[in-house]
């Protein structure tokens, strides 16, 4: 419904729950007043109506965007800033199209009730060339959703018996601590740098279910050591980190694959910890391997990161840094 006033115009929107008023208004109002701060547009709910007030091209613009949200409050899911950026970067590049097609695309529900979906356009791309290829390798920064998204598929794949086990493996690279020196066990000296990959279980399954899992052997995680000599067969494989592998331990990881069986790897070029002037595996790998029908490669970019908005930011800064400074 759309009303003239002065020379600005009013367009009214209907919502069809509470649930979806309190999704756009976010908590103490912050994501009513952020959408306010970027179109310029006034906006006021009554009741299950949401009044948008503003100049026409605000306005088209700003209806347009409360549209690309549209998956998030009709389910009444928490909005985002990220989620508003991304729909506003869609909309101002006239790439709503490919925004809502992802939008839309509901991966899994996490324990708490949200609803997991890719956020970008690469990362539904790097979620379809998963689903269609035996091997994906995955480079990006941090934040970008390299690994979440590989967890969240091998868990939907493990769920609906399309493999029969989940492993996720890394490197346990020791940054300048040695494991000897550290307190505990063999597993609880390498339990903090798995700790991330417990944490996308927990977040899918809850901990009493991941732990059950873990114990029968359906989901293991271990240090990619631990795949020497190994045939992985019936089992989605996840090499997390990958930066941080060796040319031999690369080589031996993407053999281990079996038969009926699937392997993410993913990893950020610009974060290896490798000793100095040693190749990295993941490195050697993505130039190997490009045009093998089986395998694809998925960039991620800065643009792709989900994480804190600052995160980007930081992510953005990193990246011009070292290319002004090779």
Known sequence: MN???SSKKLFIIDLPNQSAVLSLIGPSEIIRHQLQALTGVTLVLRGLQLLVKGHPAQLERTVALVELLRPLWEEGQPISMIDIKIALSSIDKGSS?????????????????RLLRPRTIRQKAYVDAMECNEITLALGPAGTGKTFLAIILAVRMLSERKVERLILTRPAVEAGEHLGFLPGDLQQKIDPYL???YDSLHILLGLEKTSIMLEKGVIEVAPLAYMRGRTLADAFVILDEAQNTTITQMRMALTRLGENSRMVVTGDLTQIDLPSGE???????????KGIKGIHISHLTTVDVVRHPLVQKLAQAYTSYDQSNR
């Open 3 to 5: 009303e003239t006033t």
């Open 97 to 113: 199209l490919e925004h809502e097609s992802f939008s839309r695309q509901i991966l899994a529900r996490s324990q708490t009730g």
């Open 195 to 197: 700790r991330p990959l």
């Open 279 to 289: 190749l990295s595996g993941l490195a050697e790998a993505s130039e190997v391997l």
